[in-house]
């Protein structure tokens, strides 16, 4: 069982699985929990490694607000570790899926307290990965601050394993808030956006500002706040009782989904609202951020295209990879880095 | 230089706009960090996109390196020309583009100076978060080119965090915007990735910014201590009790004897071995109490005094105080040299008795102010440039307190940069081979190599090839 062996041995098998994947002429892909899963338009013959059991805490030290930890590890074990010294990593996905943490981190997955705490990415400070060009790399550092050379986290945050295999992420931690509460409004979309307004006045930065539109097309506001009570005591004198807590809404499966990630402009979020179509959406209103889901692959390749067409964001995080490819800046340099951290092109 | 390239940068940006006098160059020979000194070749000041890219055109077909340029407040020499560099003074590039409030972005050149961003979005209720201790003079398009920080980066981020877009000009003369409106990358995070890149990979032509609204309220505490000890220890148990300050900024007995004969004297009583100095801030009702914490937690240690600054002016002052203390060093050492390591946060004593174990090993006199909250020192190493022997003594110490930083699982570097000053010591941090996985990064945004020459990696690497072999599993 791989819970006894080194990095170094697993780091081996990881390799040798590259090699294995370069003789058979396979692609490689790591797999976490699988919930990210995307489906390639052309898909090829591919190993699939699992990373569940690289779920080992490697260092904690609560009073640094840091931890490194091994990519297999859910984010649900690990905010249970840090509740223990009331921390947590504030990532809540729209879609209250699990991810671990190697998966969130690839899939440049985001979530709806990002207005109040900052994206994801930017928790991620250093990463251990194996890549097929360099073998095993660190990148970044295990400090909540540093510039030595180049920022290469970033080419493995949202690239899906397409430089190399993420074994290890370490991490920015969040104290946990003294108290949170939470206010939900129902109504169209003006009457929504004018209680967005009010509570940007009153107190900043909330927690979320989360427009939320459901299956049936209903529209909601869920306005969080995570503090003091001094600021929850005035916020409810102002905004009404609101709730200590409220669950996000369940979502059904309906079939063959394609799940959209991104963030737009704030001037464009309301327009997102009004033309998402069948779906469900959620688009927090501090940040631009957004989480949707549709059923209708030429509706997610209309939004995917609108959203562009805006200055806006947008990937599919999982189900058929449907609308047209971004332009990636500078495809010649992503052509070399490609060649250079990947040489025989076994990674996805 | 050829007269025939002469000729083609004149037309590129006017006869004006190009410096060769040698005198006149002699202004461009370094940055803040002035331990290497190199005249460059030229330096051209264009003023739109399209003359910078035709600048870059024309170096790139002669073969000729070279850097961009701002203000010249790094402090590694990341604008200290090398090999023969043209200089891109890109100060006449300093316009605010466009205040877009709905979406909170606003649009610069890269020649703008930090805190005129800030004051131009004061009226709008916001600001420009990353505040570097030289943010009176130092340019967007630096702290761009270094992924500045300041005291404000511990709740706020650096400048990574901030920048939204950005229009570039690759090695080649291409024009490039990077990133969308909403900060969102789509694949490879090629934004995230050049921010920091101390001007190697391309040049930023315009950047599009956050704004951060503005915090409500803040209140200053200011802690004084008769032990380091103390006051580190303070500073792990204000950010293990769930407060992260929007600052957290620590002096040792050293720096407080010099910022009290500053231009901003707080009055500290004498005998004091380090000073804290905490804001918070954020929402109204929550100021107090979370002011009150920081109270309770800094009481709680072997402390002389807290105090809660009682006006806006006392608050200034003390800040004030603080922000000019490297300039303060001026007033009891003819030169400093200041070093910029990180240490998590908790091995703070130990750092600091270490770096206090250095100095005086070399006979060093050694001031520490710095950013306690992020574990980011500012060791300043007194010395006299007439002294060859204790120049290398400070150059040696300097380099020793970056091993001890990263021995206790840190950084060579929090915000000042690699530049040439922390080249070799990049090994320190990275084995051959993660030095050789950045080295392809270089080699992917600039082959020729022409892009600040001699900047930010060591400058031979002992194992890298520009096409690695793959890695075989024994």
């Keep these: 069982m791989a819970i006894n062996q080194s990095r170094e041995e697993r780091e081996q098998r990881v390799l040798s699985a590259f090699a294995q994947a370069r003789q058979d002429g396979l692609r490689f892909r790591a797999e976490g929990l699988g919930h990210r899963r995307r489906q390639d338009r052309d898909p090829s013959p ?35 570790l840090l509740s223990e010294h009331r921390q947590w990593i504030p990532l809540r996905v729209a879609d209250g899926q699990d991810d671990t943490v190697g998966g969130a981190v690839a899939a440049g997955v985001d979530g709806i307290l990002r207005g109040g705490y900052g994206s994801f990415r930017d928790r991620i400070l250093g990463l251990q990965v194996l890549t097929p060009g360099f073998g095993s790399i660190r990148v ?33 931690i969040s104290p946990k808030p003294r108290v949170s509460h939470c206010w939900i409004w129902r109504g169209p979309l003006q009457e929504l956006l004018g209680h967005a307004r009010e509570a940007e ?11 939320i539109r459901d299956w049936d097309q209903g529209l909601a506001l869920r306005a969080e706040w995570h503090g003091r009570q001094q600021t929850v005591d005035y916020l409810v004198e102002r905004l009404g009782p609101g709730q200590a807590d409220a669950p996000l809404e369940e979502l059904a499966s309906v079939g063959e989904q394609v799940v959209l990630k991104g963030a737009l402009p704030r001037r464009e979020l309301g327009s997102l609202l009004e033309s998402w179509g069948d779906g469900f959406l959620v688009a927090e209103w501090q940040s631009g951020g957004f989480f949707g889901i549709t059923s209708a692959r030429n509706q997610a390749e209309a939004l995917i ?22 332009a990636v800046p500078l495809p010649e340099v992503w052509r070399r880095l490609k060649e250079s951290y990947d040489p025989d092109g076994i990674l996805g | 230089m050829e007269d025939s390239l002469i000729e083609a940068l004149k037309m590129a940006v006017g006869a004006r706009y190009l410096v060769l006098d ?92 930090n805190v005129h961003i800030t004051r131009a979005l004061e009226p709008y209720g916001y600001y420009y978060a990353p505040d570097p201790s030289s943010q009176q003079a130092c340019t967007i398009g630096g702290n761009f080119a270094e992924n500045s920080g300041g005291p404000h980066c511990l709740k706020y981020g650096v400048t990574v965090n901030h920048i939204l877009m950005a229009e570039v000009v690759t090695g080649a003369g291409e024009v490039v915007r990077i990133g969308n409106l909403a900060g969102e990358p789509e694949g490879p995070d090629l934004l995230g990735l050049v ?41 792990s148990d204000i950010v293990a ?44 009702h929550e100021v107090p109490a979370v002011a009150e914490d920081v109270h309770t937690v800094l009481s709680a240690h072997q402390v002389r005094e807290v105090k809660m600054a009682a006006t806006p002016e006392e608050k200034a002052r003390w800040w004030a105080n603080r922000k000019t203390a490297f300039g303060a060093m001026g007033l009891i050492s003819r030169q400093y040299y200041v070093q910029d390591g990180v240490i998590p946060r908790s091995r703070l004593p130990e750092a600091l008795s270490r770096i206090a174990e250095i100095g005086q090993r070399y006979d060093i006199q050694i001031a520490n102010v710095f950013h306690a909250g992020d574990g980011n020192l500012h060791p300043l190493l007194l010395y006299d440039e007439r002294d060859s022997d204790l120049v290398e003594r400070v150059i040696a110490a300097g380099s020793e307190i970056l091993e001890a930083c990263v021995q206790l699982g840190g950084s060579i570097t929090g915000e000042h940069g690699v530049g040439i000053e922390k080249r070799e010591d990049m090994r320190r941090q990275f084995n051959d081979t993660e030095l050789s996985a950045q080295y392809a990064v270089k080699d992917a945004f600039d082959p020729p190599g022409l892009l600040n020459q001699g900047k930010l990696l060591p400058s031979a690497p002992t194992c890298f090839e520009a096409k690695p072999a793959p890695v075989q599993s024994s």
């Design chain 2, 22 to 113: 040698p005198m006149a160059l002699l202004t461009y020979c370094c940055d803040g960090y002035t331990l290497a000194e190199e005249s460059p070749r030229a330096v051209v000041l264009p003023a739109t996109v399209e003359e910078v890219q035709a600048v870059v055109k024309i170096l790139s077909a002669a073969n000729i390196p070279f850097l961009a340029r701002g203000a010249g407040t790094s402090l590694s020499g990341g604008a200290t020309p090398l090999n023969g560099s043209v200089i891109i003074h890109l100060s006449r590039m300093n316009k605010i583009c466009e205040i877009d409030v709905e979406n909170r972005v606003v649009v610069v050149e890269p020649g703008v100076v």
């Design chain 1, 46 to 80: 591919t190993l699939t490694y699992d990373m569940r059991d690289w779920d080992q805490v490697v260092s904690y030290q609560p009073q640094d607000l840091v931890a490194t930890v091994g990519a297999g590890l859910p984010l649900s074990h690990l905010n249970r």
């Design chain 1, 201 to 211: 006045s009153l107190a900043a930065p909330w927690a979320t500002l989360a427009f």
């Design chain 2, 241 to 284: 009790a769930g407060v992260i300050p929007a600052a957290l900024e620590m002096m040792d007995q050293l720096a407080i004897y010099a910022v009290e004969r500053g231009a901003y004297p707080v009055g500290y009583p004498p005998g004091l071995a380090a000073v804290l100095l905490i804001e918070v801030d954020g929402e109204a």
């Design chain 1, 140 to 172: 970044g550092s295990q400090v909540v601050k540093s510039v030595a050379g180049y920022n290469l986290p970033r080419l493995f945050i949202g690239t899906r394993g397409a430089l190399g295999v993420i074994t290890e992420v370490t991490l920015k």
């Design chain 1, 305 to 326: 295209a609108w959203i562009r067409a805006r200055s806006g964001g947008v990937e599919v995080l999982s189900g058929p990879n449907v609308g047209p490819d971004h």
């Design chain 2, 195 to 235: 921010i920091g890149s101390e001007g190697t990979l391309l040049v930023a032509t315009k950047l599009w910014l956050r704004m951060t609204p503005k915090p409500q309220d803040s209140q200053t505490v200011l802690a004084l201590f008769d032990e380091v000890g103390e006051a580190s220890q303070a500073v």
